[in-house]
């Protein structure tokens, strides 16, 4: 990521922030109209899950400038959900809802180079999420 890109996520980032649970409650409305089956993995009351968004969006966003920080924390992010149920084709659902929920939140402030940033940081994410769900496959138990 460009410090650039880095930036502009840290300026968004403070706005999602300040009414974290309202930003979270949208992403999750998002979430569950484009993927409904996804509804299965939460418990039914999302209040603590959606403090949890916000708490991993924003550890997620500034350890991007730590590389060993940023990889553990997403490598064991993604062993967890692989185990509540979250698969590969998921991410991209994640991604739309985040998107939706930003647009939601921001409004003309969700420009395209904040679009473009966001999604580059949600890539990284979902890449090294995806390496920590592969090693929870092969995990002997």
């Not at 649970?21 to 993995?41: I, M, S, V, W």
């Amino acid at each position: 990521m460009t410090p650039e890109q880095l930036a502009v996520i840290e300026s968004t980032l403070e706005a999602v922030v300040e009414d974290g649970d309202a930003f979270a409650a949208r992403f999750y409305g998002h979430l569950f109209e484009l993927a409904p089956e996804t509804r299965e993995l939460f418990p039914s009351d999302l209040a603590e899950q959606r403090a949890k968004l916000v708490d991993e969006l924003v550890f997620l966003a500034r350890a991007a400038t730590d590389l060993s920080a940023f990889t553990t924390r997403a490598q064991e992010l993604g062993a967890r959900h692989h185990h509540y149920g979250v698969r590969p084709h998921h991410y991209a659902r994640f991604e739309e809802a985040l998107h939706a929920a930003m647009v939601d939140t921001l409004g003309s402030r969700y420009t395209d180079e904040a679009r473009r940033a966001w999604g580059t940081l949600h890539r990284l994410v979902s890449e090294t999420m995806l390496e920590g769900a592969a090693g929870e496959l092969f995990t002997p138990r």
